[in-house]
Structures are given as structure tokens and as C-alpha cells.
């Protein structure tokens, strides 16, 4: 099976709320977590990483929380938009190992 | 500045054939590596290529192969198509043989008949 999974396959939330997307991890020796974005037809798009010695980092409207001891890891995204609206992938590896991605979560945007 | 160009972006082949699949790194990147997604699933890590040689690679048979010229681009081969080969490819790129912060391609959608 995969070391990365995602707790939930679809998430719907209300135009100008907050959303978090969670992912569980298995592998206790993974030192780096990113996040993608992919939309219909497009390739997987950076969001925001974080190296496993820091439990939080910022972006533009983004929040990671990362959680090693029950190895968890969390996007949030602030006040979301139309154009959030997307399936999000996270993905690890340890020590420059090629990245292991989860199956995805699908992000519905209700205006 | 372009960003990771693949080609071509769909592509029809019957099983037994062969194909060819292209990448070019994003500017300033030299590293190259090569991603299988399967429908509503995450890409799945098949080879990454640096100065020219694989360096790593994924749970994929030897139909799966790969080359990298000297200025930096690939190209992904597979042989013997099987039905199961259909899928979206995805090519990233980054610096110094990294595996952190890919910047991935549209991707090339192939289709096994």
C-alpha cells in the first residue's frame, strides 16, 4: 500500500470559508512534506512545503501544520475561492528519496 | 521564464507499440524526473535522470525507459504498450538531482487501444 494517504476523497466547502485538507503518513523517517494542487487537464502545481524540523509554515492564504508525532499533515487554505477548486495531493520522501504521493483529495468550491 | 514543456499532450497507440514522450526542464533546472498518474489516482515516481544518467528508479519494468541530452531535456520510451500503460504522464523538473519542489508539466495523456 501507499505510505501517504488522505483521510477524506471529497471535500465541499462554502465560497469564503476556510478549508483543510488532511493527509496521514506512515513512514516515521519522512523529513520533507509538499503540497500540490492539480487541476482538470493540468499538471500538479506547487503549494507549499515544510521540512519536518518546523510543525507550521505560511504562504499567500495558505497554512501547512505538520503533526510527527501522530504523523499527520494538514493544508489549510484561508477564505477559499472559485478557483480553489481543485484535487490536492500530498506528498513526502526521506532523505532525497523520489517524492511518495497520496491518492488526493477533491476540493469543491460552493459559490 | 517557461516552465516544464511536454509533448505531445495526447497520444492514441494499440497495444504492442511503441512510443516516445518528451520533456524540457524548466529554465535553470537540470534534473529530470518521470511520473505515471493513473485515473483519480497520485503520480507515481517511475525514473529521475541528472547529468545525462538515471539515478533513480521506480517499480516499473525494463519497457520503461529513459534518456537525457546535454541540455537537459528527456524522453520517456515504452515498449510493448500494454492496456494498462494508458494513463497520464508526467514529466518534473528541478536542480541538483533534488527531489523537493518539483515543478511538474502538463503531462502527455496516452491511450493504450
Known amino acids: 500500500g501507499e505510505s501517504v494517504g488522505l483521510h477524506l476523497p471529497t471535500l465541499s466547502v462554502q465560497e469564503g470559508d476556510n478549508s483543510i485538507i488532511n493527509c496521514a503518513y506512515s513512514n516515521s523517517a519522512s523529513d520533507y512534506f509538499i503540497w500540490y494542487k492539480q487541476e482538470s487537464g493540468k499538471g500538479p502545481q506547487f503549494i507549499i512545503d515544510?521540512?519536518?524540523?518546523?510543525d507550521k509554515r505560511q504562504g499567500q492564504r495558505v497554512t501547512v501544520l505538520l503533526n510527527k508525532t501522530v504523523k499527520h499533515l494538514s493544508l489549510q487554505i484561508a477564505a477559499t475561492q472559485p478557483g480553489d477548486s481543485a484535487v490536492y495531493f500530498c506528498?513526502?520522501?526521506?532523505?532525497?528519496?523520489?517524492?511518495?504521493f497520496g491518492k488526493g483529495t477533491r476540493l469543491s468550491v460552493i459559490a | 521564464d517557461a516552465g516544464v514543456t511536454q509533448s505531445p499532450t495526447h497520444l492514441i497507440k494499440t497495444r504492442g507499440q511503441q512510443v516516445t514522450l518528451r520533456c524540457s526542464p524548466k529554465?535553470?533546472?537540470?534534473?529530470v524526473s518521470w511520473y505515471q498518474q493513473a485515473l483519480g489516482q497520485g503520480p507515481q515516481f517511475i525514473f529521475q535522470y541528472y547529468e545525462e544518467e538515471e539515478r533513480q528508479r521506480g517499480n516499473f519494468p525494463d519497457r520503461f525507459s529513459g534518456h537525457q541530452f546535454p541540455n537537459y531535456s528527456s524522453e520517456l520510451n515504452v515498449n510493448a504498450l500494454l492496456l494498462g500503460d494508458s494513463a497520464l504522464y508526467l514529466c518534473a523538473s528541478s536542480f541538483d538531482g533534488s527531489n523537493e519542489k518539483l515543478f511538474f508539466g502538463s503531462g502527455t495523456q496516452l491511450s493504450v487501444l
Open positions: 506528498a513526502e520522501n526521506s532523505g532525497n528519496t523520489p517524492l511518495v
Open positions: 529554465s535553470g533546472h537540470d534534473t
Open positions: 515544510i521540512r519536518s524540523n518546523m
